[in-house]
Each structure stands twice: as C-alpha cells, then as structure tokens.
C-alpha cells in the first residue's frame, strides 16, 4: 500500500502595519532612512510632487504622509515635550555622587541703605565707581572664598522687581537673601517690598544691619520694626540672624559671611558636577565686537568651553567664557557665575539654560519652545477674583493670595483687620504684600508670581502698572468703598469653601412582594407612594419606623425593561445592591446628595 503524500501547509505571515514615526516636521534624510529608499530617490519622489527639497529639507506631516502613502507606509505623529528633548540631550554621570556647592546669596534692601557698598567690601573691589550715580546699573553676580577656602556665591539685583521677574519665570536662583537695612535710617516702605519678595520666594533671610558705626544708629529700633514683618531675631526668641556691619569701615563682614555659611550647612546644598550643566541666566546684553553676552549662573554639572547651548528660545555654542574677574576658563561647575559669547542672541534673564549633545538638539528644543510661546500667547490666561477660588489650592487650606495698596496707612491696617474677620482656618486671604501708593509695575510682578491679585483702596495703578498687568493677565480691583471690597471678597472666599452634601428625598415605594432571582438575588415588587424612583439614587429600607439599611439602588425595573425612574402611583422591581432581607411590608425611600455652596 503506497504511503500518502504529506501535505506540507505554508502560513502566510500577516502583513504589519509600516509605519513612519514623525513630530510635527522629519527631515528628508529621517524619512529616506525610515522608508528605505535612497535619499536622491525620495527628492526625485517629492520633485514630481511639486516639492523642491534637498537631503537637510524639512516636510510637514501633510507631505510626508502623502509621500509615504506612495510606499506603503502610514505616518504616526509623535507630540514632543521640551522635557523629553532636553533629557535626550543630556549627557555625563547622572547617577554620580552629588557634592556640596556654594550657596547662592542675593542682596536686597533699600535703595540708599549700602547694599551695593556692603557688596563692594565683601568683594574688596570697587564697583560702585563704576557705576552712574553710585547705583548698580545691571544684576552681576560675584564668587567670594572665605578663610576655611569655601565659596559663596553673591548676586546683586537692581532692585527686588528684578528679583521677582526672575522667580516669576519659574527661575529658583536664591538659596539665602541678605536683607540690608541702614541701622541709622530705619525700616522704609522698599525694605518692607523687599523683604516681601524675600518671603513670597520662601528662602532664609539673614538681616545686615548697616551703617552701624553711625553715632544715630539705633539697631534694637530696626529689629522692633522686622520684627512686627515676622523677622524676630534669634535674641529674642526668634529664629532670624541680625549682623551688625559698617560696610565703609568693613566692620562686621566676616561675621555675616560666617553666619551664611552655617545658614548654607543647614540647607545641605548640593549639585551633581559631572553630568552637563544646567543653569539660569542672570543677565544678558549687545556687546560691541562681541555680540550677544550673557551672564550664566550654574546650577548642575559642568559647562565646558565648545559646549552647544540652549536657554529658552536661543540656542548657540559656548565660545568664550569668563569668570567674575574677567579671567577666561576653560570649565565651570554648580554655583560658578560665568560670562558666555556664543548665543545667536541675547537670552531673557530668569530664563534656564541647558548644555546638550549636538547644536541640532539645542536648535531643535529652541524652536519647539518658541512654538509653544506663540501658542501661550493666543490663550492668555487671567487671574480674576472671579477665577480664583477654583484654581487657588495649599494642601487642606485655601489661600487667596493678594497685594494690597491704600492710600493711607491708616486705610491699609483697617483693610487688613477686615481681612482677618472673614478669614477662617479652612479659607484664608494671603497678604503678600501691602503698601501705601499708588499701584505700581512691582505690585503686578509679585501677584503674577502668587498668582494672586491686585486690590487698591482708594489709588489707582499708574499707565505703566496697567499695561504690565494686561499682558501678565493679572486683574486689579480698585476700591472707594470698603462695604463693596469686602462683598467681593466674601463671595471669593465663599468659592473656596468646599461645598456641603445636603440630602434631597426623591420618594417612597412599599414593598408589597419579594421575588427571589437566580444569580440577582431578592428583588421587591413595589407601588411608588410618594415622588419617584430614580435608577442611580441612594436607597433606605425602613421597617417598622426604623432605619435597616442604607445603601445604593440596584437595580429598577418596570416589568421586564430597565427604566430610568418611576413616578408615583406605578408598579416596580426594585434591588438593593449587596443586600437582600427585604420583607413586605418595608418602606424604601429614594434619595440623592446634592452639592450646596457654603456662603461665609
């Protein structure tokens, strides 16, 4: 008998799906090498398809879709984030040990108080000189070695507007604020501003009390002041350190650079100085002969000579880099200021910088967010009182943050006690800062930062607080009458309350039969006596006058059809989920948790 022939079956793979994986543009050498065609052929495609292209060109998705059609092949956009290009473009040690660096010190105060004076004799040279007026003229940021061969990091700002512009761009630069006050002046309305933005950017504060070789200097007059601003010094049972220094004789300044650095201990700071540098930029300016120059604060990592660089729209390659003495370096590491030629143009201060692989990398996150800018801008959002409460949240307690300015003294401390009567522990309105005038460009930066508001008691805000505040999208409210100021503050606080759950009764049913259902359970045959049955709701067995049960409805039944509800005077099924000792005779009432808004 012959052996039958063996039949050999053959299975035909199934086709997958081809696809070209693209963000929003590919570069025509990307998509040749996705296809797996040669370059000079895909050109020679996109030629015959009206599109003029070389091996660097750049296709939208329309056209790279309609191009890959032409073989086979789909198109999948892939969203990008500024977050995953930057990752991508990190390099070095990521996991190495992190090392102490220098803490990062600005110095605020007011205007005449020696700030810059004080600056000039931690540094041993003179800058003030320099400078028109004896004012400092741009934010410069300077490295100071103690005796025990440590570092501090100081930067001084024009003023605490530029502070908060920095920090309102998401820049968190400052580890300890030095706060300067002229121990024969006293505290002045800048000092209170100033210590303000100190507080709202939530760093120690070390207070140098100035000019203390004066023969009018009353410094237990200048801690009295602070210390109704919450900065009681540590002699008095506080926690605020108080130096007494004379920044023209030099007296004290070891002393305030000692008590930083055990500030500094304290926070534990450190950085990762072996993967590629990250930072903020401080300043930056048009050079003659050099173009854009930037100063650059680092952060994290190291920032090398030749690096490509990114720092929000701009990109470039590092090509010289100078320290705070002028001298060119070759490398920075965390805490080092450093002054960069080499970006395309000036990038904005208070913006990060990021050191990346390659320059198409650092083009690439430069262009992504420009994009996302402009897209920013078409959809301003506003901070309104009205907006606020929905939006405003710090853990279990709910802030509504505002900067408040009066006219008078006398208006501003009975708009603050108003304040505090309608507050409560669950909801509370946050004075970041009150001052006495008109409303001013720092009053706007500083609510844009708390994302708070501006309110005004009989002042208004000058043309240039108005221009600042449309474009920041931050509303002022202006007041002549203090009854209608606090009638919208109590409906703003009332949005912050969490809402009550009050019981809203929907009706009765009387059980008149109990039917057992395989894998259901019991189910009650009822006639609705009272309002309806809602499918949904919260149901009560009662019996006897007594509660039995609490729980949710079911299942709701007219017949054989699952119904929505049953009105009054009808027939239905009902069951009780996860329960079954219903009896004839029981009452079952329907009920639903409405969400009430409380009122103060």
């Not at 390099?91 to 700030?115: C, S």
């Not at 699952?562 to 329907?590: F, L, M, R, T």
Request: aromatic letters at 4%; hydrophobic letters at 40%; glycine letters at 8%.
């Amino acid at each position: 008998m012959g052996r039958e022939a063996k039949k050999t079956q053959i299975t035909v793979p199934k086709a997958s799906k081809r696809i070209v994986k693209m963000y929003d543009t590919i570069k025509v050498s990307d998509l040749a090498q996705q296809l797996g065609v040669k370059a000079n052929e895909l050109i020679k495609k996109l030629m015959v398809n009206g599109v003029m292209a070389n091996i660097n060109s750049s296709l939208d998705y329309d056209t790279a879709t309609l191009i890959a059609s032409e073989y086979n092949f789909e198109t999948q956009l892939i969203k990008r984030s500024v977050e995953d290009l930057i990752k991508a473009a990190t390099f070095g040690n990521l996991e190495a040990e992190k090392k102490t660096r220098p803490p990062v010190v600005t110095v605020m105060g007011h205007v005449d108080h020696g700030k810059t004076t004080l600056l000039d004799a931690i540094r041993h040279a003179n800058v003030a000189k320099k400078e028109a007026g004896g004012i400092t003229q741009h934010i410069g940021a300077y490295k100071v070695q103690l005796p025990d061969k440590s570092y501090i990091t100081f930067i001084d700002t024009p003023g605490h507007e530029a502070f908060t512009a920095m920090r309102e761009r998401g820049a968190h630069v400052t580890d300890i604020v030095i706060l300067v006050v002229a121990a024969d002046d006293g505290v002045m309305p800048q000092t209170i501003e100033a210590l303000n933005h100190a507080k709202a950017a939530n760093v120690p504060i070390v207070v140098a009390l100035n000019k203390i070789d004066r023969p009018n200097a009353n410094p237990d007059k200048i801690k009295q002041q602070l210390a109704e601003h919450e900065l009681v010094p540590e002699d008095w049972g506080g926690d605020t350190i108080y130096c007494e220094v004379s920044a023209l004789q030099g007296k004290g300044i070891d002393n305030l650079l000692e008590q930083v650095r055990l500030v500094a201990e304290i926070q534990e700071l450190k950085a990762n100085p072996e993967r590629s540098a990250q930072g903020v930029i401080i300043e930056s300016r048009l050079e003659k002969g050099l173009g854009p120059v930037a100063t650059l604060l680092v952060q994290e990592g190291y920032l090398e000579q030749g690096q490509p660089i990114v720092s929000g729209e701009v990109s470039g390659r590092v090509r010289v880099m100078k320290d705070d003495q002028g001298k060119k370096v070759k490398k920075a590491y965390p805490g080092d200021p450093v002054e960069v030629v080499g970006f395309e143009e000036p990038p904005e201060a208070g913006d990060a910088f990021y050191v990346c692989k390659t320059e198409e990398q650092a083009r690439e996150i430069a262009e992504l967010v420009k994009e996302q800018k402009e897209q920013e801008q078409q959809k301003p959002q506003k901070v309104s009182l009205e907006e606020l409460f929905s939006k405003i949240k710090s853990g279990d307690v709910q802030e509504l943050p505002v900067v408040l300015k009066a006219d008078v003294s006398g208006s501003l401390e009975a708009v603050k006690v108003l304040f505090n009567k309608v507050s409560t522990d669950e909801v509370k309105i946050r004075v970041v800062h009150a001052g006495v005038g008109a409303i001013s460009k720092s009053d706007i930066l500083l609510a844009s930062t708390a994302k708070g508001l501006v309110i005004g008691f009989n002042v208004r805000a000058d043309s240039m607080a108005q221009s600042l505040a449309k474009e920041k999208g931050v509303e002022i409210k202006t007041y002549t009458v203090v009854y209608q100021l606090m009638d919208d503050i109590k409906k703003a606080l009332s949005g912050l309350l969490k809402p009550e759950f009050v019981e809203k009764e929907l009706g009765k049913a009387e059980v008149r039969e109990v039917f057992s259902v395989p894998k259901v359970g019991n189910v009650a045959g009822c006639f609705v006596t009272e309002g309806k049955i809602q499918r949904g709701s919260k149901v009560r067995l009662v019996r006897d006058g007594k509660v039995v049960y609490e729980g949710q409805l079911g299942s709701l039944r007219r017949f054989k059809d699952d119904v929505k509800e049953v009105a009054q005077g009808y027939e239905c099924g009902i069951g009780i989920e996860n329960y079954n000792d219903i009896k004839p005779g029981d009452v079952i009432e329907s009920f639903i948790m409405e969400e009430v808004q409380r009122e103060l």
